[in-house]
């Protein structure tokens, strides 16, 4: 479970990182695994997503005792999983512009999003070191507490993710965003409402990770949701 300090930070910023999560072992272990899942797509791409990939690992880490406890912290007890996305971030390759999680999550009309509280949450996991250089996911701390009219004048309506422009800061927000630094196996935490997005990867590496979606029972997508991805699956 969260601690007190992680559960502040993530009132404050909308996101807690680095959680312990994987060994280095087990991370590389299971790298291999999407390494797999990625070479089997032809072309490889840079984001795969769990309808593609028939793999294994998906239902394996999805469902990771410590990374559901992290989890319950925020969702409460009951936990649906929605899906995974993978990105492997090729080196000099692209960025993903800043985004919600909102944009992509079933739209939640319920009381619990009129409280201002997270219905669907993101678990990033390294599967390798993340750093600035190889283009580690930024976020803007802070920005979950914004309207969604105060969102979109920022950042626009982004439902496109991938661009081969720098990311550019939008000036009329305060708060700088913060690197989310992670060694291989660690994990972050990451509001639905959070601003955030990732830079060019800069170095001769891939830069590969996952990021699993997850919802409180209050939603229910179904099978077709508009965003094409599967119905949720009670993971705990
Ligand atoms: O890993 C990345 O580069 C971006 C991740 C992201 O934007 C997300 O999970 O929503």
Redesign the pocket.
Known sequence: MLTDAQLSAWKTDGTVCPLELLSRNEATELRKQFDYAIASQSPSPAILNSRVADCLSFAYIARNKLLLDYVESLLGGEINYLWT?V?Y?QPHDSI?SW?T?RT?FPTVKTDLAKAGQDACV?V?VALDDAYKDN???IVVPGTHLSTDDEVREWIGCATQ?TDHKRLVFPQSICRAPIPLILRAGQMAL?SERVI???DINSTNSV?P?I?IRYCSPVVSPSPRQPTGRYECIRVR
């Open positions: 996305d990105f971030k993903i985004h999680g992509f993101t990033v283009g580690c996911v993710r990451l955030h997005g990732s830069r990770s990021s």
